[in-house]
């Protein structure tokens, strides 16, 4: 591959990046006040899912052009984000479970497919990059882990509307987290594998 062809792959990664980071600072926004308003565990934790989203898209747009041992660097540090965001997830479906609540099951559905149409978006800039280092590889996991959860809140939201209670909402919240301790594991093993792989070379 030649420099120019370089510097116009790089060009393509920053971009897509920048795209990605907006919109998910955007639906982050959304789950937050939606998730306020409707009093939902499940939009609350999609709210935390993006915004840890957002900050490992910002660390992946500083790691481009940095050496390899600062790349697997970052991708431990947005492994371990998720990780950190799944414990608080579940702790607040914890809360909500104790004390109570009353999520509003319309709300969590229409959040859902705004945010599942932002996702595919998403995922469809991502997957045209070719070469994706271990940050990209873990800015497409996030994308698609979102995607999946959204599916979570849209089931969530009609199971809370056909039966007036909140455990739906609380097990979609849960559910959240730990798909994203899945994703969190995946990241930092890759990480990991990339690390083996340097050494052995």
Not at 11 to 22: A, E, G, P, Y
Not at 172 to 195: K, T
């Amino acid at each position: 591959m030649s420099e120019a062809d370089l510097d116009l792959s790089g060009q393509n990664k920053r971009k897509t990046l920048w795209i990605v980071l907006v919109l998910n600072v955007g639906i982050a926004a959304g789950f937050f006040a939606t998730g306020y308003l409707g009093d939902s565990s499940a939009l609350i934790a999609n709210g935390l899912d993006n915004s840890s989203d957002a900050i490992v898209y910002a660390i992946s747009l500083i790691a481009l052009g940095r050496p390899p041992k600062w790349k697997r660097g970052a991708a431990r540090f947005s492994g371990i984000m998720l990780l950190i965001f799944a414990a608080g997830v579940i702790l607040d479906a914890g809360r909500r479970f104790l004390t109570g609540s009353d999520p509003i099951g319309m709300s969590m559905m229409i959040m859902a497919l705004v945010a599942g149409a932002v996702n595919i978006l998403s995922l469809v800039l991502l997957k045209r990059l070719k070469g994706k280092d271990v940050n990209l590889r873990a800015a497409t996991t996030f994308s698609l882990n979102d995607f999946i959860s959204n599916g979570g809140i849209l089931v969530g939201g009609a199971l809370v509307l056909w039966t007036g209670q909140n455990w739906p909402d609380l097990v979609v919240g849960a559910g959240v987290a730990l798909i994203a301790i899945y994703g969190g594991i995946d990241i930092l093993r890759d990480a990991q594998c990339e690390a083996d792989k340097a050494k052995e070379s």
